[in-house]
DNA sequence: CTGAAAGCGCTAACAC
DNA sequence: GTGTTAGCGCTTTCAG
């Protein structure tokens, strides 16, 4: 086994609450034991069981975050942000890929209860008044960031709506009258949490009316290449085609390329989230950028906040500022 | 605080060690308690204390994760793999990333430790004698991925060395008589392990002797695109830029599309991983694919005989098929 | 089949 | 300053 505070004690030949005192600096010790401790303990290559640190404190220093996918850019961006900030402040994180399923995030919400998580950062999948009521059976501090629950949750993200809304402002100010917005997710209405996605179609929709265009083509088939290469793209007025995140983009800037359609000369292209991957894509994806590692570490910071209590709980909603990039697709 | 066995056992008028029973569903237990503990269980909405259990059992149900950066694709396919696959089958991961610092690896071993992880995945950073002591040290079960270490440990990965070795002997096939071989982290030799990309490299240098071609060019420079930039790539033979990972690629040939040299007919270019991102870039990269899900899932599969102590000490290393991509680059 | 009690390694409150 | 002791919640062994 390994060694353990007992075996320092003993061979200190002090109590284990002695030793306690010297390897967590904490008052009421003398230099001279305390040195003493320290250097055996380094002799014997102790290492605290954290285990039973956590058990006799009640706090395990351990932060749980739910996501859909690391495979997804955006994510891996998110997850590195939080995994290296949480570290930087003596946490380690649990980190549950739901892929978009319910089921999942529930285990891994139970998962977290059962392993006593300090804190959840999460971007959750469900949401409705059912799911509100499990979190708060779960006591345990959470911060959501990409979809919002409720009020009841510090939400850490950008201000939606707005940014799509200039995304599209953008997309008109280029001369396009007409726009084709593709959100496949859609369809799961009801179903899971959409609110990114619904806030960022009511932004399209704000863009266009403030811009007094018309209504946009909504399509949320899942084959939505198929339902694009059904419309005759370059009947005027002239048309773009708006994403709310640039994977989407890209699946139909390669059916563009395969079918010979130029970008932007027949049809203009917006992406959303602006990926590190466009820099190798051309033409350069417009798109809207915003501080994900920030968002990342501005859940942990809030999260940590809230595990201590000290935290402005007026101030729940907290949003950074995000960007147009232009680029050559519009 | 929450509800224990404890308040259980009192509320059932059992002792503590009969709710173990039913909860855990050992033996020694009459049908008619165990199910009326499981009722109260139930409508107190107990769940289990896992710091707790870990300290009693010794075991945490956690492994920890060593890898460089989830926001490299191929990175985050591992991880995805490894933390769905440990899920299924009751374990949790902490995963950390060092970026390519020895000290973060270090600190990382030492949270694994104290933090009590049944077993550890791991793409090393560091190697040597000293290390190899650190790790035995550890006293818990490591498979590395990636980067190898030494006989001492499970090794899951591919033949590195073949892989490269038919990817050079593909590209000479291709009409290329010379190859320039890019990989700037070789200059970080004898500091870190740099294990698949010396073995990428030998790849190269035997497949091009048993062409009975010459030597590749290497370039370690940080800058290699200005390295690069300094060569002329159309003086005769015809040459090939070969890269021991796509990520290196893509940036040479978002050079060349800057610098208008046509890629295949100016100079080939061939990558190594086949990250999914490619499918999104024209010309389309020719490549080294292999299966990283598997070996994530191999790993874990792995890992867990080693914990259970039924695992097959002769067998260590465990390599899984590679294959090459053709694309439009050569 | 059930209960009692010791122990996992560490913390914290209270004596001395 | 230092020692003692009672937990934290769960598992496990040994009686009965």
Redesign the interface.
Known sequence: M?VTIKDIAQICKVSEGTVDRALNDRPGISKKTKEYILKVAKEL?Y??????R??AKGR?MTLGVILF???N?YF??L??AI??KA?EIGY??????THHDPQNER?AL??F????VDGIIMFSVQSGHEFEKELL?L?IPIVTIGNRISGGWTYVGINERESMKDAVKHVISQGYEEIIYICPPLTRRGEVNLYTLEERLAGCREGLSEMGKKEPLVIMDSDYIKAISQIDLESQPKKAIVCPADIYA?EV??HF?KNKIRVPEQVGLMGFDDI??L????PRLCSVRYPVSEIGITAVNRLLEEIDGNHNKHLNVLLLQHQIVTGESL
Chains 1, 2 share one sequence.
Do not use: C, W
């Not at 380690?92 to 890929?97: G, L």
């Open positions: 390994s290559n290492t605290p069981n954290h285990l039973a956590g058990l395990s996918d690391v495979r850019p891996a961006k997850m590195n995994e290296v570290r380690v994180v649990f980190p549950i890929f285990k139970e998962h209860k059962t392993r006593q059976d006591k890209l800037l390669n390329k590190d991957t820099k190798y894509i051309s």
